[in-house]
């Protein structure tokens, strides 16, 4: 190889070389700039990539939630009565947790005549049921929740004793301590006599997973369609259950008690959204409990006064 051609070949490749240290330092750093954005400014900016509107973030989810929401909780004292509506309506913003109680036998009006809630719910479903307490309490419900005798007894057992209120005085046969005793009464034909009975009086009693059986099955005067007992267990069950605070922080425990809802839309989606304040009476808000009267319409005013909404 001449020397000259050897010189020419030494040269063309640094040239090469020089041209391609240009291009990578001048060249590609355009062409990226204008097709893909300065990076320097982060890169391109899309209205979607807005962090803020991101549901990604669990502080920008908690920031933008809806604060407010309405629960029912629905005490079923047989296949087609209710036993009572427990309402719970939270208002994060305003700090309040107020739960109302709608008794089984308030008068509503169908159709121009007065008749009791637990005739005018006769044998309808939750959902359609969803309809009606709206207009009991002035505000829609966002998930609700059925239990039956079966699902209360497994609130209780997680709640264990629960004060409850009696109005009436529940007297039932002590079959734990005399069932043979009144056996041989009952095989006689003859009338059990007062020793054998265990009484409770009207007042604050304690309902636990013992005597449960006794007041639900208890029917005042012998009335089975008289559900007054069975309206005030459920009453200070679901109570008991909105003011257990650790439940907040247990999805396990919730959904374990939500399985024995006998129909429910409280489910995992809704401890996600508000499991933090759903369980929050008296711990983290304001607690108002509004005592239902008979006539639901003061009842609306009443509850609207109460959060401040009237």
């Given at each position: 190889?001449?020397?000259?051609?050897?010189?020419?070949?030494?040269?063309?490749?640094?040239?090469?070389?020089?041209?391609?240290?240009?291009?990578?330092?001048?060249?590609?750093?355009?062409?990226?700039?204008?097709?893909l954005g300065d990076i320097s400014d982060g890169g391109p900016v899309h209205e979607s990539a807005d962090p803020s509107e991101s549901d990604v973030s669990g502080d920008v989810s908690?920031?933008?939630?809806?604060?407010?929401?309405?629960?029912?909780?629905?005490?079923?004292?047989?296949?087609?009565?209710?036993?009572?509506?427990?309402?719970?309506h939270i208002d994060e913003e305003k700090g309040v947790y107020l739960t109302v109680n709608v008794p089984h036998d308030t008068v509503v009006n169908n159709a121009g005549h007065s008749v009791v809630l637990y005739s005018y719910l006769f044998g309808v479903g939750a959902a359609e049921m969803m309809q009606t307490v709206p207009y009991l309490v002035g505000y829609p419900v966002d998930y609700y929740a059925v239990f039956d005798y079966n699902g209360i007894e497994a609130i209780?057992?997680?709640?264990?004793?629960?004060?409850?209120?009696?109005?009436?005085?529940?007297?039932?046969?002590?079959?734990?301590?005399?069932?043979?005793?009144?056996?041989?009464?009952?095989?006689?034909?003859?009338?059990?006599?007062?020793a054998y009975y265990?009484?409770?009086?009207?007042?604050?009693?304690?309902?636990?997973?013992?005597?449960?059986?006794?007041?639900?099955?208890?029917?005042?005067?012998?009335?089975?369609?008289?559900?007054?007992?069975?309206?005030?267990?459920?009453?200070?069950?679901?109570r008991s259950l909105t003011s257990c605070s650790s439940l907040g922080a247990d999805g396990n425990g919730f959904l374990e008690l939500m399985a024995y809802a006998a129909e429910a839309t409280l489910g995992s989606e809704a401890f996600t959204e508000y499991g933090d304040i759903m369980f929050a009476n008296g711990y983290l808000l304001k607690s108002v409990p509004v005592a239902y009267d008979q006539g639901y319409t003061s009842m609306v005013k009443k509850i609207r006064e109460a959060v401040s909404d009237y």
């Open positions: 190889m001449s020397t000259a051609f050897r010189n020419f070949l030494i040269v063309f490749i640094i040239g090469l070389l020089g041209f391609g240290l240009l291009a990578w330092k001048v060249v590609v750093p355009y062409i990226d700039t204008e097709l908690q920031d933008v939630r809806r604060r407010t929401v309405n629960i029912a909780l629905i005490g079923k004292a047989s296949e087609d009565y209710i036993a009572g509506i427990f309402f719970i209780l057992k997680r709640m264990g004793n629960v004060k409850m209120t009696l109005s009436t005085m529940v007297r039932v046969l002590n079959t734990a301590e005399f069932a043979d005793e009144i056996q041989d009464y009952l095989d006689r034909g003859e009338e059990v006599p007062d265990e009484v409770f009086e009207p007042g604050t009693v304690t309902l636990n997973k013992d005597n449960l059986y006794k007041f639900w099955n208890y029917e005042p005067g012998g009335n089975a369609g008289d559900f007054t007992v069975k309206d005030e267990v459920c009453a200070a069950v679901f």
